[in-house]
């Protein structure tokens, strides 16, 4: 069975400019997971998703941030604009039942 | 929400010794248990979970421990090898696929 993927692997950026990440999670999954990873620290919700409705976006910066998921299968996440303190890993997850799939994840560099 | 706690934040081990990394929970409808293994540059990695209906389960080496009672859960790695140096995280999961983690333990297995 193959993982969550995401691209790309790395991206590194200026200040104020925008950027976007792609995931295509484990097929039948119906649960689609964005995390932000900042260094040293666990991951941090950004945007679950149920099919391509969303359960909850509480912790995302919605006047930065912005997130979809068409059709209930892949996703995507953007950054516009984005700031120093967004550099960071975005990891992409899903899962079927309870049992949760990381993909490799997103390094954001912002300059 | 539901808050976990993950200690200790480090953990270093000689080759052989075994391993354990605690964590704490405090809602008691959280029902799923997993923990994951970091390694540099990827996304967490699956490694072993358990449900709230077992109090223990082992896979090889690694082992995890539920104590729904006092909310806290363990993870146990026996005859450590230099491999199984990364960053673990804990997490707990509530109905409807919420996962919340811990802040991570990073092991170091010195040869």
């Known amino acids: 069975e193959a993982g969550v993927a995401q691209s790309p692997r790395y991206k590194i950026i200026e200040k104020r400019q925008s950027v976007a990440f792609w995931c295509n999670p484990i097929?039948?999954?119906?649960?689609l997971y964005w995390y932000q990873q900042i260094l040293g620290q666990g991951p941090k919700l950004l945007i679950q998703?149920?099919?391509?409705?969303?359960?909850?976006d509480s912790q995302l910066p919605k006047d930065r941030f912005s997130a979809e998921r068409l059709k209930g299968v892949d996703s995507t996440l953007k950054i516009q604009p984005a700031k120093l303190e967004d550099s960071a890993v975005y990891l992409c997850?899903?899962?079927?039942?309870?049992?949760?799939?990381f993909g490799p994840g997103t390094r954001l560099t912002v300059l | 929400g539901e808050n976990v706690e993950q200690h200790p934040s480090t953990l270093s081990v000689q080759e052989g010794d075994s391993a354990v990394i605690k964590c704490t929970y405090s809602?008691?409808?959280?029902?799923?248990f997993p923990w994951y293994k970091q390694e540099l540059g990827k996304g967490p990695q699956l490694i072993i979970d358990?449900?709230?209906?077992?109090g223990e389960k082992k896979d090889q080496r690694i082992a995890v421990t539920l104590n729904k009672t006092a909310k806290h859960f363990s993870l146990h790695i026996t005859e450590t090898q230099p491999e199984d140096s990364a960053v673990y995280f804990c997490?707990?999961?509530?109905?409807?696929?919420?996962?919340?983690f811990g802040t991570g333990t990073s092991l170091t297995v010195i040869p």
């Open positions: 997850a899903s899962s079927g039942w309870d049992t949760q799939y």
């Open positions: 097929s039948g999954h119906a649960t």
């Open positions: 998703f149920q099919n391509n409705g969303v359960v909850d």
């Open positions: 809602d008691s409808a959280s029902n799923y």
């Open positions: 358990i449900r709230s209906n077992v």
């Open positions: 997490a707990a999961s509530t109905s409807g696929n919420q996962f919340y």
